[in-house]
T-cell receptor
Framework: GAGVSQSPRYKVAKRGQDVALRCDPI?????LFWYQQALGQGPEFLTY????????KSGLPSDRFFAERPEGSVSTLKIQRTQQEDSAVYLC?????????????FGPGTRLTVT | GESVGLHLPTLSVQEGDNSIINCAYS??????FIWYKQESGKGPQFIID?????DKRQGQRVTVLLNKTVKHLSLQIAATQPGDSAVYFC??????????FGQGTILTVHP
């Protein structure tokens, strides 16, 4: 199992609930990215970590979105008080080098449906 | 900022034909472009990349062409196979690795 894994694969939440999405990057990868992919669209950047430091969170759509990577490995994306517009696939990607234009390896994504 | 878009949202081809998928970008600041393939229920998978100081790069059955004058990218797939059916995205890489994706083209290969 050398790839990026994400859990859960599917999540249904009622509007107003909080959710937590997990990403297990490839072991040793320094960089970790979260993207949001709406149906029929390309992924859109949410946030970036280099080890445990969150260096860019400019893509987070609101303060209801929060991401962390406390030990520089596993990352969690949390969405508070979910709204219907949060329904999307949330993709995590990791990359082995920092500050380098290097290939990102994507996980399968978590499909979030807010009802 | 960077925006990347595609000319055609869908493309249908016969098995064995060559496929060409196009992409336009708006910001010439990016110096690195990548093509991804995404199958249903999976994350994007790297196909091929090209730096802005190149015009063409070839891989196994795939070729990427970059025309900086008109800010246009294309992905050519030779001898398209049913397994090539997927959504294809171009993406521009900026700074530390943040990707800006285009809308995507659905490629359907008929046996």
């Amino acid at each position: 199992g050398a790839g990026v894994s994400q859990s859960p694969r599917y999540k249904v939440a009622k509007r107003g609930q909080d959710v937590a999405l997990r990403c297990d990057p490839i072991s040793g990868h320094v960089s970790l990215f979260w993207y949001q992919q709406a149906l029929g669209q390309g992924p859109e950047f949410l946030t970036y970590f280099q080890n445990e430091a969150q260096l860019d969170k400019s893509g987070l759509p609101s303060d209801r979105f929060f991401a962390e990577r406390p030990e520089g490995s596993v990352s969690t994306l949390k969405i508070q008080r979910t709204q219907q517009e949060d329904s999307a696939v949330y993709l995590c990607a990791s990359s082995p080098l920092k500050g380098q234009k290097y290939e990102q390896y994507f996980g399968p994504g978590t499909r979030l449906t807010v009802t | 900022g960077e925006s990347v878009g595609l000319h055609l949202p869908t493309l249908s081809v016969q098995e064995g034909d060559n496929s060409i998928i196009n992409c336009a970008y708006s910001n010439s600041a990016s110096d690195y472009f990548i093509w991804y393939k995404q199958e249903s229920g999976k994350g994007p998978q790297f196909i091929i990349d090209i730096r802005s100081n190149m015009d063409k790069r070839q891989g196994q059955r795939v070729t990427v062409l970059l025309n900086k004058t008109v800010k246009h990218l294309s992905l050519q797939i030779a001898a398209t196979q049913p397994g090539d059916s997927a959504v294809y995205f171009c993406a521009a890489l900026t700074s530390y690795g943040k990707l800006t994706f285009g809308q995507g083209t659905i490629l359907t290969v008929h046996p």
